[in-house]
């Protein structure tokens, strides 16, 4: 029986990766952009239905949401190849169509007063599924749409539909941003993420530059490439659910493997070998399972800007794609224990688990063995301290609150950016926790 995923779109950076998600997602499956099988994926035996469904006249439906408080990304959307593609009920943007000009607080306003439009979209989508598992965010944490309405969104969720898994995929903005608030933005959202999400898979802008640059020497990376490698993540990490194996063949399989504790569910990612298109070809020539697993966990590959130096692992999972043979991966599990390449908690048990996925017959792959690894890492607590310092050099001024002052959720006071600091402090503060032996007794303490 499918565990269906619904995906939630928000924003012009949700929906910009979210397009490439489904374009990667289409290529897997054998699906033209029409929505129409291709004759030669008639007798696949993929799990389509997870992420999509069949209309009356046979073509495959995206179960997608996608949403906007300004019309630009949603109209470009409209106008591409892929514009049959998805159900045209789905697309919401706001009348007003001004967006939420990067303010978190206008993002969750308008939202208030759209809700029940959104809500209609998602239920509908919702009853049409058989067993639905869970949703799936795409979203920014820095601008106002994706912030600010993808934060209002998670907590009708959580309300909604307590006993179903939400994961996001969030975007976490460059360390030399353009948009001031981005601070103030940030650290609201990360409350929510804390309260309101089952799964975080962090996607880091800052380091995704870097590995662009370092790894596939391209000096000035685009928007786009940066949306592609992120769609390859995506696309990576949902592997087990489409091609399913014995292990980790729903999202809640996957996430119970990953987090141990509620709060601890931030997961950073690395793959390999990493390729964009066929002018940037990687430097890796001859992929083994071995060599895979061991560049899976070099902090260069690490989609996040922390340093893995400091810090442990709390859980690994590796998705290992194509020729890959059991015996291999446990001689590379053997090598990792010897040479002592992944250092984990004191209070769980260290093993990496590994899950060995299919590769889609459709794909002109140019690697025989691909790797993505979905991390639990105490460092990833440096990134959020990091938005906290920000948005504490920010507010010690009241610098720019003037418009978020116009809202009515700040209109009496600010306390709501107190708390959430507050929220995400105890976020890095259980992280930190999590490297001490007695972390257990800390939580009930």
């Given at each position: 029986?499918?565990?269906?995923?619904?995906?939630?779109?928000?924003?012009?950076?949700?929906n910009?990766?979210?397009?490439?998600?489904w374009k990667?997602?289409c290529?897997?499956?054998g699906?033209?952009?029409e929505?129409?099988?291709?004759?030669y994926?008639?007798?696949?035996?993929d799990?389509?239905?997870?992420f999509?469904?069949?209309?009356?006249?046979e073509h495959?439906?995206?179960?997608?949401?996608l949403?906007?408080l300004?019309?630009?990304?949603?109209?470009?959307?409209?106008?591409?190849?892929?514009?049959?593609l998805?159900?045209?009920?789905?697309?919401?943007?706001s009348?007003?169509?001004?967006?939420?000009?990067n303010?978190?607080?206008?993002?969750?306003t308008?939202?208030?007063?759209?809700?029940?439009?959104?809500f209609?979209?998602?239920?509908?989508?919702a009853?049409?599924?058989?067993?639905?598992?869970?949703?799936?965010?795409?979203?920014?944490?820095?601008?106002?749409?994706?912030s600010?309405?993808?934060?209002?969104?998670?907590?009708?969720?959580?309300?909604?539909?307590?006993?179903?898994?939400?994961?996001?995929?969030?975007?976490?903005?460059?360390?030399?941003?353009?948009?001031?608030?981005?601070?103030y933005?940030?650290?609201?959202?990360?409350?929510?993420?804390?309260?309101?999400?089952d799964?975080?898979?962090?996607?880091d802008n800052?380091?995704?530059?870097?590995?662009?640059?370092?790894r596939?020497?391209?000096?000035?990376p685009?928007?786009?490439?940066?949306?592609?490698?992120?769609?390859t993540?995506m696309?990576?990490s949902t592997?087990?659910?489409r091609?399913?194996?014995?292990?980790?063949n729903?999202?809640i399989?996957?996430?119970?493997?990953?987090?141990?504790?509620?709060?601890?569910?931030?997961?950073?990612?690395?793959y390999?070998?990493?390729?964009?298109?066929?002018?940037s070809?990687?430097?890796?020539?001859?992929t083994?399972?071995?060599?895979?697993?061991?560049?899976?966990?070099?902090?260069?590959?690490?989609?996040?800007s922390?340093?893995?130096r400091?810090?442990c692992y709390v859980s690994i999972?590796?998705?290992?794609?194509?020729?890959?043979?059991?015996?291999?991966?446990?001689?590379?599990?053997?090598?990792i224990?010897?040479?002592?390449?992944?250092?984990?908690?004191?209070?769980?048990?260290?093993?990496?688990?590994?899950?060995?996925a299919?590769?889609?017959?459709?794909?002109?792959?140019?690697?025989?063995?691909?790797?993505?690894?979905?991390?639990?890492?105490?460092?990833?607590?440096?990134?959020?301290?990091?938005?906290v310092?920000?948005?504490?050099?920010?507010?010690?001024?009241?610098?720019?609150?003037?418009?978020?002052?116009?809202?009515?959720?700040?209109?009496?006071s600010?306390?709501?950016?107190?708390?959430s600091?507050?929220?995400?402090?105890?976020?890095?503060?259980?992280?930190?926790?999590?490297?001490?032996?007695?972390?257990?007794?800390?939580?009930?303490g």
């Amino acid at each position: 029986m499918p565990r269906e995923i619904i995906t939630l779109q928000v924003g012009q950076c949700g929906n910009q990766i979210g397009m490439e998600f489904w374009k990667q997602l289409c290529a897997e499956h054998g699906i033209n952009k029409e929505g129409m099988l291709e004759d030669y994926a008639v007798n696949g035996d993929d799990r389509k239905d997870v992420f999509f469904y069949q209309a009356d006249d046979e073509h495959y439906i995206p179960r997608a949401l996608l949403i906007d408080l300004e019309p630009r990304v949603i109209h470009s959307i409209q106008n591409s190849d892929y514009r049959n593609l998805y159900n045209p009920e789905n697309f919401f943007v706001s009348k007003e169509g001004g967006g939420a000009g990067n303010n978190w607080a206008s993002g969750y306003t308008q939202a208030d007063s759209v809700q029940e439009e959104i809500f209609e979209m998602l239920d509908r989508e919702a009853d049409g599924s058989d067993s639905l598992e869970g949703f799936v965010l795409c979203h920014s944490i820095a601008g106002g749409t994706g912030s600010g309405l993808g934060s209002y969104l998670l907590e009708c969720l959580n309300d909604r539909y307590p006993k179903k898994l939400i994961q996001t995929y969030s975007v976490f903005p460059l360390q030399t941003s353009d948009v001031v608030v981005q601070p103030y933005n940030s650290v609201l959202t990360l409350k929510r993420l804390t309260l309101n999400a089952d799964c975080v898979v962090v996607l880091d802008n800052t380091a995704l530059n870097r590995i662009i640059v370092d790894r596939l020497k391209i000096p000035t990376p685009t928007f786009a490439q940066t949306n592609m490698l992120v769609s390859t993540v995506m696309a990576g990490s949902t592997t087990t659910l489409r091609y399913p194996g014995y292990l980790n063949n729903d999202l809640i399989g996957l996430v119970a493997a990953l987090v141990p504790t509620p709060r601890c569910h931030f997961l950073m990612t690395a793959y390999t070998p990493l390729s964009i298109d066929v002018r940037s070809q990687s430097a890796v020539r001859k992929t083994t399972v071995v060599d895979v697993m061991r560049r899976l966990l070099q902090p260069k590959n690490i989609m996040v800007s922390a340093s893995l130096r400091r810090g442990c692992y709390v859980s690994i999972l590796n998705i290992i794609r194509g020729e890959a043979d059991p015996t291999q991966v446990h001689k590379s599990l053997q090598r990792i224990r010897e040479r002592r390449l992944a250092s984990f908690i004191k209070w769980g048990p260290a093993s990496i688990q590994v899950a060995i996925a299919k590769q889609s017959p459709y794909v002109h792959q140019p690697h025989k063995v691909s790797g993505l690894t979905m991390a639990n890492h105490t460092a990833i607590q440096t990134l959020f301290d990091r938005c906290v310092k920000q948005h504490d050099l920010l507010r010690r001024r009241n610098a720019f609150l003037d418009n978020y002052r116009k809202q009515p959720i700040f209109a009496d006071s600010l306390d709501e950016f107190d708390d959430s600091r507050e929220v995400t402090v105890s976020l890095i503060d259980e992280y930190k926790a999590a490297e001490r032996e007695d972390y257990i007794a800390w939580g009930e303490g």
